[in-house]
């Protein structure tokens, strides 16, 4: 999870450094693993798991530190969404 990407962002490079806080101010939450950093999809053996890449557009940075939970963003971002976009993809092993 990354949060407070500055505004004039066009897009996110890839193998972004599991870091607190980037260069550009960025935060970086926890991972399901309870760490810093994205780490990609691990789905269970068997079907396939859907996983859920959410943006939002807010009206204003998020006062959370670095290392926030789902949860803690989740609760933060209430009444601050201007705009949305959702992406699910289905992942297997």
Known sequence: MIFNIPA???GLPGGI???NE???GARQGQNDFHKIGYN????PPG???RYFFKLYALGNELSLSPGATKSDVERAV???ILAHAEWM???RR
């Open 8 to 10: 004039g962002a066009h």
């Open 17 to 19: 450094e599991k870091k």
């Open 22 to 24: 980037l260069a550009d």
């Open 40 to 43: 990609g999809p691990c789905p």
């Open 47 to 49: 079907k396939p798991h």
């Open 78 to 80: 209430e009444g601050q």
């Open 89 to 91: 993809g289905r992942f």
